[in-house]
C-alpha cells in the first residue's frame, strides 16, 4: 500500500474547487492506499488571521473533510498543529535549505502580492510543506501543478538529506491532477477558485444555499459570443463552467457540449446550478449531522495520536543521524 498525503488550509468554507479536485479524488484512494489528511493550520498563519476564525475555520474544516467522504477511522485525519514534530523538523530543513531555493518559487510572490510587506512564514512555508510530506514517509502526494514547485523541492531536500546522512526520507512522488479537475474562479477564467478570494461571486461555497448558487452561477463571468464550447485561450470562463458541469456530474465535457449545442448561455447556467446543488446537498446534510453529533473533538484527538506515532518514529530517525542529544520528553524520543 503507497502511503498518500494530502492536506487543506483552514482559510475559509471549501469551495467546489477544493472538493473536486482534492477531496473527492482523495476519498476515492481509501479503498486502495493508506490515506493521511492534514488540516493545515500552521500553513494557515502564513497570512493575517483573526484567531477565533483560525479556530473555528480549523473545526469547520475536519467536519467537512468527513462530510466530504473521508473516512476518520480509516485515514489519519488530524490536525497540523497538534502534532508538533512538524515544526521540529521544519526547522532542521530550514537549515539545509539555501535562500536561493525559497526565492525560487513563485507561491509566495503571488500571495504576498500588494502586501506592504510578507511574512517570513509565507517565505518559508515550502519547507514546512518539504516536512510535513517527509514526516510522514509520503509516497505519493496528489497536488495541483501550481504545488509542483513545491514538491520538487522537497524532493532535492529529502535526497540532499540521504545523500548526506544515508537514507533518512521517502523521496515522494507528486501526482499532478489534470486540468479538467482544476476549477477556476467564477470571475476570471484565468484565475483558480479560491476559498479566501475577497470576491464571494468568485467560488462556490459547500455550503452555499441552492439560492446563493444560482445567484452566482446566474452571474458568473461568460463573454459576448453564444457557443458553448471549450477553448481555454479564447474562452477561459465558459470553458471552465463547462468542465464544472463535467466534474459535477461524472460527465465527459464533449458530452455537455454536444448536449448544449445551440441553446444559449441561460439554458446552460440554469442546468448548471442545478447540478451543482446536487453535487452539494448530500454534503451539506452530511455536514448538518455531523455538527449535531460532536464527534469532531474525538476525530481530531484520535488522528493526531495515530498521526504522532509515526511522526516520532521519523523525528527520532532525523535528530539521531544530525546529531541532536536525546533526552527526556524531549524530541519525541
Ligand atoms: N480551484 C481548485 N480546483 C481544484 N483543486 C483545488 N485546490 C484548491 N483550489 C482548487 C486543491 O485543494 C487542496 C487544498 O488547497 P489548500 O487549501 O491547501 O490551498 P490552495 O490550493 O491555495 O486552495 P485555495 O482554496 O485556493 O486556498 P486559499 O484561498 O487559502 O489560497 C489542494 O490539493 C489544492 O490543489
Same mark, same amino acid.
Given at each position: 500500500m503507497a502511503r498518500v498525503l494530502s492536506g487543506i488550509q483552514?482559510?475559509?468554507?471549501?469551495?467546489i474547487g477544493n472538493y473536486l479536485g482534492a477531496l473527492q479524488p482523495f476519498v476515492q484512494r481509501h479503498a486502495t492506499d493508506e490515506c493521511v489528511f492534514m488540516i493545515a493550520d500552521l500553513h494557515a498563519l502564513t497570512v493575517p488571521q483573526h484567531p477565533d476564525v483560525v479556530r473555528a475555520r480549523t473545526i469547520d474544516a475536519v467536519a467537512m473533510a468527513v462530510a466530504c467522504g473521508i473516512d476518520a477511522s480509516r485515514a489519519i485525519v488530524f +490536525?497540523?498543529?497538534? +502534532?508538533m514534530e512538524h515544526a521540529l523538523l521544519s526547522w532542521i530543513l530550514t537549515t539545509m535549505t539555501t535562500m536561493g531555493e525559497l526565492e525560487r518559487m513563485t507561491q509566495y510572490k503571488d500571495k504576498g502580492q500588494g502586501q506592504v510587506s510578507v511574512g517570513t512564514g509565507l517565505f518559508v512555508y515550502p519547507v514546512l510543506q518539504a516536512a510535513d510530506i517527509l514526516l510522514y514517509d509520503t509516497d505519493i502526494v496528489p497536488v495541483g501543478d501550481d504545488q509542483r514547485q513545491h514538491i520538487e523541492l522537497t524532493r532535492d531536500i529529502a535526497k540532499r538529506c540521504n545523500q548526506k546522512y =544515508? @537514507?533518512?526520507? !521517502?523521496v515522494p512522488q507528486g501526482q499532478y491532477v489534470d486540468r479538467g479537475t482544476r476549477i477556476m474562479s467564477l470571475v476570471d477564467g484565468r484565475r483558480k477558485m479560491s476559498? &479566501? @478570494? $475577497? &470576491? *464571494? =461571486? $468568485?467560488y462556490i461555497g459547500l455550503l452555499d444555499t441552492p439560492d446563493v448558487v444560482r445567484r452566482k452561477i446566474g452571474r458568473a463571468t461568460t463573454d459576448s459570443g453564444k457557443d458553448i464550447v471549450v477553448d481555454w485561450e479564447h474562452k477561459p470562463e465558459v470553458s471552465n463552467l463547462i468542465e464544472l458541469f463535467a466534474a459535477c456530474t461524472g460527465q465527459m465535457s464533449a458530452h455537455i457540449v454536444a448536449q448544449y *449545442? =445551440? !441553446? =444559449?448561455y441561460g439554458a446552460f447556467k440554469r442546468d448548471l446550478a442545478e447540478a451543482i446543488v446536487a453535487c452539494v446537498q448530500p454534503i451539506q446534510q452530511t455536514y448538518a449531522r455531523i455538527r449535531e453529533s460532536g464527534m469532531v473533538q474525538q476525530w481530531m484527538d484520535d488522528g493526531a495520536q495515530r498521526a504522532r506515532s509515526i511522526a516520532r518514529q521519523t523525528v527520532r530517525r532525523v535528530t539521531e543521524r544530525i546529531g541532536l542529544v536525546p533526552g527526556d520528553g524531549h524530541l519525541g524520543v
Open positions: 483552514p482559510s475559509g468554507i471549501m469551495t +490536525v497540523q498543529s497538534h +502534532v =544515508g @537514507d533518512m526520507f !521517502v476559498k &479566501s @478570494d $475577497a &470576491s *464571494e =461571486g $468568485a *449545442e =445551440g !441553446v =444559449g
